[in-house]
């Protein structure tokens, strides 16, 4: 197994039932691989080792295609490798997000399908570029962005 970082392996941050059951190859090439281990060592690994609990990625590379079949907009930086969608179990999704903001650098920080009556719900998006990450972080409730507080 090949592995990214210390807690995450290439199979893990490109696996996808989408991709299976549509039988869409999802290969990074070598930049994309480089850029996946810059986004487990930047913001993976902190995240593991702040809240010492294992966790899964549920979305890290997809291929042009296979991004297109999600329905993800094809600038996406999941095609790069520069972006990750997760959850910590047991974790509430607001407050891994704010922990991200306060304490890491990033380039887009995304709290999506987030409701306050369920603190679990929607998922957290980061992504990291090697420079001139934006800081940029919003709020997504399923109709509206707004600013992260």
Known sequence: MTRLS????LKELTRSQTAERKGIKNTPNDGEIENLKTLCENILEPVREHYGIPFTPSSGFRS????????????????????????????PNMELALWIKEHLDY?????????????????????????????????????TWSSLP
Not at 69 to 91: L, M, N, R, Y
Not at 124 to 133: A, R, T
């Open 6 to 9: 210390t807690h995450f392996s």
């Open 107 to 143: 380039d887009q920080l995304l709290l999506e399908f987030y409701k306050e009556s369920i603190p679990d719900s929607g998922w957290v998006h980061c992504s990291y570029v090697e420079q001139g990450n934006r800081k940029e972080s919003k709020r997504f409730d399923g109709r």
């Open 64 to 91: 042009f295609d296979l991004n297109k079949a999600v329905g993800s907009s094809s600038k996406s930086q999941h095609i790069t490798g520069q972006a990750v969608d997760f959850e910590i179990p047991g974790v």
